[in-house]
Every structure is written in structure tokens, then in C-alpha cells.
């Protein structure tokens, strides 16, 4: 490679992780305990805890839990039913003063599906674990600070890739792993910046693009309200507003008849971000592992109980919803969870070097320079 080409990959190597090191490295350590969030929800007692009763202790159906839901925060409106495989008589509700309130100013709490009984959750309102999960998703600033996240990705992604380029040339003098140990502190600590970098590269690839794809989820959700959503809802543009909605309770055996072979992931309520003013929107997710991620939209209308659609998810959807787990390290369980807190601290420990490199470097420009400057 010739020289010209190599100082113009260190220049873009050197300055797109410069600028996003600061970044990247608050997102590292955030990310860290997100990786493990459910185990210190528990650790940290803020995990919801529902009573222990017989197995087949009946269920309540929808509208006596958004009944109960109703009482437990008067003056609000439920904006969206969830399940999760972890806790399978809990139902996690959100609710807010109007429907269209942002997730943000939401409250959410789990809901006993047995007994109705409201039990709260503090990490999903305050605390430790939403500290660090708003740091890592926006940094307290909202769709500015998803964006300038989704920036900094991207940087990352570059400074990846630039140095690849420059670690091939680099190869062909040195063996692969070779740590000069006999050598100057600088030239050890770039022989271990390099060789960190090359192992941990797929994963930092993968958690790069994907987290570039989480930061950006606001618009995905945006273009398929403008895209899939509009069309679907169409017929119900000029429809005058509902003066009452049908009740709940069959919202699940109706879009599990619409779409066999799945289970509910989360129910949205009329006049939500995930519906319209005039439907329940049962997003229904797959049986496997895998196509748990994939959700499906049956769209229902909130007045007759009548599926007016069963969307096909786009491929942009497909591509987020596959994303965001993948981003945490939440397919394969503990061991891929202890994989990817290691990966990370390897990150940490890539971007820390990558930054003394520099800092050397510049003292001894600076010094060259001052040398040169008094001598005779």
C-alpha cells in the first residue's frame, strides 16, 4: 500500500474514533449492566414479584384487567398491554393521561393476570436500570439524542473498517498476536490495540450496525406509520371519533384465530403510537426462538371487534425488531450474555488504548517539533 494511501486511512481512522470514542465509551459502560438487566432488576428488588398460587389458578380476561388497571391509576388511560415469556401470569400495562402521551411521560407497571392485583416496577419508571438505559438510548435528549447516538454508530463503523485497512499491511511484518513485549510501552500498547481490535471485529461490526439501527428506530416506526399503517387505516380516515370502545376481552382469541400458530406480544390501544384512533392493534409474535422477535399486526376495530387487517410486516420492521436483541446479546441465554459483557470490556479496554496511542503520539510530535524549532 502506498504511503499516501496509508497516512489518508490513518487520518480517518485516527479522527472518526477520536470524535466518537467519548460516545462509545459511555455506551460501553452502559451497556454493560443492560446486558444483564434482569438480573439486576432482581438483585436490585426491582423486579415485579407476583403472589405464588395453584397452577391452575383461572385467569381474568382483558376488560377486567384494564378495568382493574383503570382503578389502580384514575384519570388515565391503559396505552398497552405486553407479555413477557419470563413472567407468564404477569401482564405489563402502560398507561398516561391521554393515548398519544410519549413513552417517556408514561407510567408502567405489571398487572397480576389472576388476581388483577397492580404491582409496581420501579426500574421501569426511575432508578438505576433506566438511568442507564436512557444514557445508552438517547442520553435524556430525546429523537436529538437518538440521532447524534446513531452518528457516533456510524463513526464507529467507519473507524472499524479504516483500521482493518491499515492492521493488512501491518500483518505482513508480524505474526498474527505477536505483543512486542521488548519494546517501548507505546509499541506494546498498539500491538494489543491492534490485535484486541482484529478479534473482537465481527462483534464490534455487529453492535455497531445494530445499535445504529435502535437509534434510528423512532423513524422506522415513523415510516411504517406513513407506509404500512396509513394504508391499512385508510378506509377509516373520515370515520367520525369513538364515542366508546368494544370491550377487550376477546382481543386475543381473535388475532390468534387470525394468525395461527403464534402467541400475543403486546396489545395496542386505540389512538397509540402502534395503532390507529380507531383499532386495537394485537401485534402476535412467532413460536420460535428466532421469530419471537418477528411481530405481527392484526388490526381490529375498536368498535365492531371485526379484523379489518393482517399486515405484512416490512422488511425495515423485520430488520429493527431482529436488531434490537441482537444489540444486547439476547438470543442465546447466560452464556451469550457473559460473551458479550466479555466483547464489551474488550471494546473498553480498545477505545482506552486507542486514545494514549494518541495522546503519545501528539507529545512526541510536539516534542520533534520543539527540537527542531531550537536547534541551531
Same mark, same amino acid.
Not at 460501553?28 to 407476583?50: C, K, M, R, S, V
Given at each position: 500500500m502506498k504511503s499516501k494511501t496509508i497516512r489518508r486511512w490513518s487520518f480517518i481512522h485516527t479522527w472518526t474514533s477520536l470524535i466518537c470514542t467519548v460516545f462509545l465509551l459511555m455506551l =460501553?459502560? +452502559?451497556?454493560?449492566?443492560? $446486558?444483564?438487566?434482569?438480573?439486576?432488576?432482581?438483585?436490585?428488588?426491582?423486579?415485579?414479584?407476583?403472589r405464588q398460587m395453584p397452577a391452575d389458578t383461572p385467569?381474568?380476561? !382483558?376488560?377486567?384487567?384494564? %378495568?382493574?388497571?383503570? =382503578?389502580? /391509576?384514575? @384519570?388515565?388511560?391503559?396505552?398497552?398491554?405486553? *407479555? %413477557?415469556?419470563?413472567e407468564p401470569n404477569g401482564v405489563i400495562t402502560i398507561m398516561a393521561p391521554t393515548p398519544g402521551t410519549e413513552p417517556n411521560s408514561?407510567?408502567?407497571f405489571m398487572l397480576d393476570a389472576r388476581t388483577g392485583e397492580a404491582v409496581e416496577m420501579p426500574s421501569a419508571n426511575g432508578g438505576f436500570m433506566m438511568l442507564m438505559l436512557r444514557l445508552h438510548v438517547d442520553m435524556f435528549a430525546g429523537l436529538p439524542g437518538k440521532l447524534l447516538l446513531a452518528f457516533m454508530g456510524l463513526l464507529f463503523v467507519i473507524a472499524i473498517v479504516s483500521g482493518v485497512v491499515l492492521y493488512l499491511p501491518f500483518m505482513r511484518r508480524l505474526k498474527f498476536a505477536t505483543v512486542r513485549r521488548d519494546k517501548s510501552t507505546r509499541l506494546r500498547w498498539l500491538d494489543l490495540h491492534n490485535l484486541i481490535g482484529v478479534v473482537t471485529l465481527v462483534w464490534a461490526l455487529t453492535v455497531g450496525v +445494530?445499535?445504529? $439501527?435502535?437509534?434510528?428506530? %423512532? !423513524?422506522?416506526? =415513523?415510516? *411504517? /406509520?406513513?407506509? #404500512?399503517?396509513?394504508?391499512?387505516?385508510?378506509?377509516?380516515?373520515?370515520?367520525?371519533?369513538?364515542?366508546? !370502545?368494544?370491550?377487550? #376481552? /376477546?382481543? !386475543?382469541? $381473535?388475532?390468534?384465530?387470525? +394468525?395461527?400458530?403464534?402467541?400475543? @406480544?403486546? $396489545? =395496542?390501544?386505540? @389512538? +397509540?403510537?402502534f395503532s390507529s384512533q380507531h383499532h386495537y392493534g394485537v401485534f402476535m409474535k412467532g413460536d420460535s426462538h428466532l421469530t419471537s422477535h418477528l411481530l405481527t399486526p392484526v388490526l381490529i376495530d375498536a368498535s365492531t371487534l371485526e379484523v379489518t387487517a393482517v399486515a405484512e410486516r416490512p422488511w425495515?420492521?423485520?430488520?429493527? #425488531?431482529? #436488531?434490537?436483541?441482537?444489540?444486547? @446479546?439476547?438470543?442465546g441465554g447466560r452464556p451469550m450474555q457473559v460473551f458479550w459483557a466479555i466483547l464489551d470490556v474488550l471494546t473498553i479496554i480498545v477505545l482506552g488504548s486507542g486514545v494514549y496511542l494518541w495522546l503519545v503520539r501528539r507529545r512526541a510530535a510536539r516534542r520533534a517539533s520543539e527540537g527542531t524549532a531550537v536547534a541551531p
Open positions: =460501553a459502560l +452502559t451497556g454493560l449492566p443492560l $446486558i444483564f438487566h434482569h438480573e439486576i432488576e432482581h438483585l436490585l428488588g426491582d423486579a415485579p414479584e407476583l385467569r381474568l380476561d !382483558l376488560q377486567q384487567l384494564v %378495568e382493574n388497571a383503570k =382503578a389502580h /391509576r384514575p @384519570g388515565e388511560v391503559v396505552q398497552y398491554f405486553a *407479555w %413477557e415469556d419470563d408514561s407510567h408502567t +445494530t445499535g445504529v $439501527i435502535a437509534a434510528c428506530a %423512532e !423513524l422506522i416506526i =415513523a415510516a *411504517w /406509520r406513513n407506509d #404500512s399503517l396509513s394504508s391499512m387505516v385508510e378506509p377509516y380516515r373520515n370515520a367520525p371519533p369513538l364515542t366508546r !370502545l368494544a370491550p377487550a #376481552s /376477546r382481543l !386475543l382469541d $381473535i388475532a390468534k384465530d387470525a +394468525t395461527p400458530g403464534t402467541a400475543p @406480544g403486546f $396489545i =395496542a390501544f386505540p @389512538g +397509540t403510537l425495515y420492521m423485520d430488520v429493527m #425488531s431482529l #436488531s434490537l436483541p441482537l444489540h444486547f @446479546g439476547d438470543y
